[in-house]
């Protein structure tokens, strides 16, 4: 294929950036994030070189799990503003050439939309079959199905005298999309943001949209970690996961957003089985997901050769006509540099953020950004008065919840971090003199201004190696993953270091130093010495 870049679609090349926007930037000091903030902040995201924003969602919602539990699918939550202002930031962010994907959640809506208590309001109504419902008597649920937020998966109701479905709060019934009504008003809510100009969706926990239509039982598949606790964990997810109908519903959505020009769908595949994720691209007809998140390294330790391993299998069971992509971060799981710093060494943890934005902004596919990963935002302990996260608030102090990875961005030193004027919504965290966009703008060794040089890399290097050329993994010494890029006569090398020690490490050819994570190194030849933590790109010159 030719690395031409008008030949290559924009969600293969580009750095795609997630929001949170309730802790992006107050723009009207109420405490909460918004989308005139986030409008305001639109020439940080230039300066930074991302090419998209993804906003976890903005509809209306009752909040209990932050615009998951959908209270309409077609409109603004008042708490991020409104319409007029929507629109606002999709043609100011189209004139500064970033594109804009929103959260769409099809799988589940509020326990107070409109569409649920009509559903629940008698077994015959218009709408009886829009939610997953089943029979049985009050304590004995259809079967033994769990909430991924722990206890049943099925919550009676008084009303209907029947169980519903929830895979997760049980203020979050799951829709019905065996029924061709679900699908068309789900479709008729994606073509209304299509309409008003996003470029594609983040499709939430795609792979669980439907069940089985029989609702038969899972087999039982014992975990050492958490399935004392949480019964969805001792199962094996055969029938409420994964299931046949889902992936023509990928298809029928991938029929829809390409009926628009120049859209995507990313969708959240919440598994690390490789051959799973290809089955929602479509495999070799590419006719599924355009993207698919991969959650492989978000559970590896330290080690470049789990790393290694990690891309191997993506890199060997993509078919061609699938094209990967990698994040390290979201708004689910704890941050990565704090997954990566060893107690009580915060320098260690830098260093190793620094090799981590490198191989992120380096490999073969779309890199997934997190809002304050490029200044190094830690994971927060937030106090137990202070959460938010009801699995959080359930679980203390087993499990602290997820509101520690989606604090307020730190802009500034000033009070509330730049991020409001008065208390936020969630504590900025209990680190004062911690990392801002201020401090690191103009600190030429800051990890943020790396980001912005593997940005710039990516896009202005020729023929855009990084972007589009071919990935190739190369023999290295213990505890050095390296790889290299290669488009045309154009060849990067890209080698880390993941350990403390220094390694030496032989390039395939004469090369040259083009960008190194520890600030202020030259070297040309053939053999370099990498310090540890340490990452370099190196252009081959023979």
């Known amino acids: 294929m030719s690395t031409r870049q008008e030949q290559w679609p924009w969600w293969k090349t580009a750095v795609i950036y997630q929001i949170y926007p309730i802790s992006f930037q107050d723009s009207n000091n109420d405490g909460y994030g918004d989308l005139e903030g986030i409008r305001s902040q639109i020439d940080y995201l230039v300066d930074l070189g991302v090419d998209a924003i993804w906003l976890n969602p903005i509809n209306p919602s009752a909040m209990m799990d932050f615009g998951y539990d959908v209270l309409l699918h077609t409109g603004i939550n008042p708490i991020f503003g409104n319409e007029v202002g929507f629109d606002r930031l999709v043609d100011d962010l189209h004139s500064r050439d970033i594109k804009l994907v929103l959260d769409f959640v099809p799988n589940y809506t509020s326990d107070k939309h409109p569409w649920f208590i009509e559903s629940r309001s008698s077994q015959d109504n218009p709408k009886a079959d829009w939610f997953v419902w089943a029979g049985g008597r009050k304590g004995v649920p259809p079967n033994h199905w769990g909430s991924m937020f722990g206890g049943s998966a099925w919550q009676w109701d008084e009303i209907r005298r029947q169980y519903y479905y929830h895979k997760y709060l049980k203020e979050m ?100 089985d490789v051959d799973l994720i290809v089955r929602y691209l479509g495999g070799k007809r590419a006719d599924g997901l355009h993207l698919a998140t991969n959650f492989d390294f978000f559970f590896q330790p330290w080690k470049a050769q789990y790393f290694r391993l990690a891309v191997e299998r993506v890199e060997r069971f993509f078919p061609s006509t699938c094209w ?219």
């Not at 669980?208 to 975990?223: A, F, S, T, W």
């Not at 001792?234 to 109908?245: C, N, T, V």
């Not at 829809?256 to 919440?270: C, F, K």
């Not at 200044?375 to 203390?396: A, H, T």
Request: proline share 7%; hydrophobic share 35%.
């Open 173 to 272: 019934p799951t829709l019905n999309w065996h029924n061709p009504e679900v699908r068309k008003v789900m479709y008729d809510a994606m073509r209304y943001w299509l309409d008003r100009g996003v470029d594609g969706f983040r499709l939430d926990s795609i792979n669980e949209i439907i069940v089985d239509k029989h609702l038969r039982e899972n087999p039982i598949e014992l975990r050492p970690d958490l399935s004392v606790f949480i019964p969805y964990f001792r199962q094996k997810h055969l029938y409420d996961e994964a299931r046949p109908e889902s992936f023509e519903i990928v298809r029928e959505m991938r029929r829809l957003i390409d009926s628009y020009p120049d859209r995507m769908n990313l969708g959240e595949v919440g598994h690390k």
């Open 324 to 542: 990967p992509a990698y994040g390290l971060s979201n708004h689910d799981y704890p941050r990565h540099i704090s997954r990566y710093t060893p107690l009580g060494n915060q320098a260690k943890g830098m260093a190793r953020a620094r090799v981590a934005a490198m191989m992120l902004l380096t490999l073969r596919g779309t890199p997934l950004l997190y809002y304050g990963e490029e200044i190094g935002m830690q994971q927060q302990r937030v106090p137990r008065r202070f959460l938010r996260d009801m699995i959080g608030k359930r679980f203390w102090p087993l499990y602290r919840g997820r509101d520690g990875c989606r604090t307020p961005m730190r802009w500034s030193h000033e009070p509330y971090a730049g991020f409001s004027k008065i208390l936020p919504w969630m504590p900025v965290g209990i680190d004062k003199n911690g990392p801002t966009v201020e401090g690191q703008k103009q600190d030429s060794c800051s990890l943020l201004n790396l980001y912005r040089d593997l940005i710039r890399l990516r896009k202005k290097k020729k023929k855009r190696v990084l972007q589009t050329g071919s990935y190739q993994c190369l023999d290295a010494p213990a505890g050095v993953f390296a790889y290299e890029r290669l488009a045309g006569a154009s060849c990067l090398v890209v080698a880390l270091n993941f350990t403390g020690f220094n390694r030496y490490f032989s390039l395939p050819r004469r090369g040259k130093l083009l960008l190194s994570t520890i600030p202020g190194r030259v070297y040309e030849g053939k053999k370099i010495s990498l310090s540890p933590n340490e990452g370099c790109i190196l252009e081959i010159l023979e």
